[in-house]
């Protein structure tokens, strides 16, 4: 049974910093887009980052324009792993951050509907 479990939600200040991991198990990603996708109560899911296979052990990442320069996504394809780092959190960013990998395809897609496994969710509450 494949699953993805991410970690590392919570509850931080403006400006404040979280990172959020998330962890395959049940099959490997390596090579394969992984990337992060968030809710806000009321609005759509979308896009957040992702990354995509660029060469032998190296990945290139996307990240949505809304938090570019201040997200930054990496994965450890030793530890089957994604991460996001999450820097000059504003209230915005408020959502459910849900992982997930396509194994349809080799490049980052924007749309949920394009990825084959998620994960369950991990809430991030930024206060102002």
């Known amino acids: 049974q494949v699953q993805l479990i991410e970690s590392g939600g919570g509850l931080v200040q403006a400006g404040g910093s979280l990172r959020l991991a998330c962890t395959a198990s049940?099959?490997?990603?390596?090579?394969?887009?992984m990337g992060w996708f968030r809710q806000a109560p009321g609005k759509e899911r979308e896009f957040v980052a992702g990354?995509?296979?660029?060469?032998?052990?190296?990945?290139?990442?996307d990240v949505a324009d809304s938090v570019k320069g201040r997200f930054t996504i990496y994965r450890d394809d030793a530890k089957n792993s994604v991460y996001l780092q999450m820097n000059s959190l504003k209230p915005d960013d408020t959502a459910v951050y849900s992982c997930?990998?396509?194994?349809?395809?080799?490049?980052?897609?924007?749309?949920?509907?394009?990825?084959?496994?998620w994960g369950q969710g991990t809430q991030v509450t930024v206060s102002s």
């Open positions: 990354t995509r296979r660029a060469g032998p052990n190296e990945y290139y990442g």
């Open positions: 049940g099959r490997t990603f390596s090579r394969y887009p």
């Open positions: 997930a990998a396509r194994i349809s395809g080799w490049d980052t897609k924007l749309d949920p509907k394009d990825y084959d496994y």
